[in-house]
């Protein structure tokens, strides 16, 4: 460490529980972050401030005007171009901290394509808004031994829970299936900021443990937290469950199964297609397009235009259809004009 970097972090190596040996670990960390919504641009945005080395920022989306009221790195301009998250996250990362590496990833993490997105992260911490990608990441993080931290939060409410490998509970011991029903969601019970920042600063702590050499000081327990009531709760995470399918019987059903099913978005009247293998050629897309509406591109996305709907299509071959929550239509429209 030279003497900038010193005085850089010069406030996290008087901290005990850091010091210069655990500054200089966070510096040589790999970390990953799934999702780059609210959660997932303050855990990008803690973590790059605190030095770690390699930040992988992976999520799907692009930037909107409802998401600036809670989502801590994106800008009115990043709305204004419709920019994918994760290229406005590490735009936004380079101005923060300009001696890391983040590299933003504009994609959908599914079973085929965990392994090569997020394969080399010591720590995947969770900023997504859905169980089938926690389920898919508690799968690949615990084939792997990868330690990962849940987090999820909804109107003035939030929780955390560290999962690590061979000592805590993963997730399916704890939430053995997917829930079932209508659960309240971003989309119906709105959310606050405040809750965001609460519980994304409980995953960024867990993180900074871990990244620094101190996994063992990261408590097994599930941490709730209610900003508008105040109410704040932990208690001890369960044992690990010897039938939980995943941990214990070892059996990895959402790294092995149906990759691509059509995916309503938290928080949208929009639904996420991605029916194609391989690249699409948006150029010729977009000239195919143009008789039939309006198209607007930019280096990241192709947006068409076709009343009451709005498409986005990344070259990786999703669309994002927004103006519906129904999946049969988002697909009728998506092989109606992508094909
Ligand atoms: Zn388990």
Redesign the pocket.
């Known amino acids: 460490m030279d003497a900038s970097e010193r005085e850089r972090y010069s406030r996290q190596i008087l901290f005990p529980g850091i010091g210069e040996s655990g500054q200089a670990a966070l510096m040589r960390a790999r970390v990953a972050i799934v999702g780059c919504g609210a959660l997932g641009s303050f855990h990008a945005m803690a973590l790059a401030r605190a030095g770690v080395g390699e930040i992988a920022i992976v999520d799907r989306d692009y930037v909107e005007p409802a998401n600036l009221q809670r989502q801590w790195l994106f800008e009115e301009s990043d709305a204004a171009e419709a920019l994918p998250k994760a290229v406005a996250a590490e735009r936004r990362i380079a101005r923060i901290n300009g001696s890391i590496r983040a590299r933003g990833v504009v994609a959908d993490v599914t079973c085929e394509n965990i392994a090569e997105l997020i394969g080399g992260a010591q720590l995947i911490l969770d900023g997504t808004d859905n169980f089938e990608t926690r389920y898919l990441i508690n799968d690949f993080a615990?084939s792997r031994g990868v330690p990962w931290i849940y987090g999820a939060v909804v109107a003035s409410y939030g929780l955390t829970m560290p999962v690590i490998p061979g000592r805590t509970?993963?997730?399916?011991?704890v939430y053995p299936d997917l829930p079932g029903g209508s659960q309240p969601t971003c989309e119906t019970a709105g959310v606050l900021n405040a809750i965001v920042s609460a519980v994304a600063s409980l995953q960024v702590a867990d993180a900074l443990k871990i990244l620094s050499g101190r996994p063992d000081l990261v408590r097994a327990r599930i941490a709730t937290i209610d900003v508008w009531s105040g109410v704040i709760r932990q208690i001890d995470g369960p044992q690990?469950?010897p039938g939980?399918p995943?941990?214990?019987l070892r059996e990895f059903a959402f790294l092995e199964g149906a990759c691509r099913a059509a995916l309503r978005l938290c928080g949208r009247n929009a639904v996420q297609v991605h029916e194609r293998d391989g690249p699409l050629d948006l150029a010729g897309l977009k000239t195919r397009l143009e008789p039939l509406g309006e198209v607007r591109t930019n280096e990241f996305a192709l947006r068409f235009f076709i009343s009451p709907y709005e498409m986005t299509v990344f070259p990786d071959g999703r669309a994002i259809i927004k103006g519906t929550s129904d999946a049969g239509i988002a697909r009728s429209l998506y092989a109606k004009y992508v094909g």
């Open positions: 615990v509970a993963c997730l399916r011991c690990p469950d939980c995943t941990c214990g």
